[in-house]
């Protein structure tokens, strides 16, 4: 049996390539045809668009940002007692746009951009790393809502 670097293993390797190279075709063909300017953002690639796109569906269908970040998977819990208010992390919602809103985060702190200016300040503000990731995160879920519904609105207009 030819084992996994193996030169008879070249042809599949080959192949498979090919099919990814296709597939990332057709994806790449697919979200130029869905009109969205989701990928004008920073970190949001074809790949991360489509997750986006295809897990959300239709945007209309929450009645506020905070409902999509509830659904995202991103909006915190609150879990309060007496005098004490505290929030705590959401083990709910979509985890695929969880994941892409942690690619985009990534993304974002790796690169002089907005995201990683709200990133340092809740950093300088007390806020661990995943504390700050959770709250740009959060923030990211309103831009991603506002982008696709903006997008909505203008596929809506009559052309001309």
Do not use: W
Request: glycine share 6%; aromatic share 4%; net charge positive.
């Amino acid at each position: 049996m030819a084992g996994p670097a193996s030169p008879e293993s070249q042809p599949e390797v080959l192949r498979l390539d090919r099919r990814i190279a296709e597939a990332t075709a057709t994806l790449s063909a697919a979200v130029a045809a869905s009109g969205t300017t989701l990928t004008d953002l920073h970190g949001i690639g074809d790949v991360t668009a489509a997750k986006i796109l295809v897990r959300a569906e239709a945007v209309n269908r929450f009645r506020s940002q905070a409902a999509f970040a509830s659904y995202c998977g991103v909006a915190p819990i609150e879990v309060s007692s007496d005098d004490i208010q505290r929030h705590r992390l959401s083990r709910a919602g979509d985890r695929q746009l969880n994941d892409a809103l942690h690619v985009m985060a990534m993304a974002q702190i790796k690169r002089a951009t907005p995201g990683r200016n709200y990133y340092q300040h809740k950093q300088a503000a007390g806020k661990t790393h995943k504390e700050a990731m959770r709250c740009l995160k959060r923030r990211l879920s309103d831009v991603v809502y506002r982008t696709m519904i903006k997008d909505t609105e203008t596929s809506l207009l009559p052309a001309g």
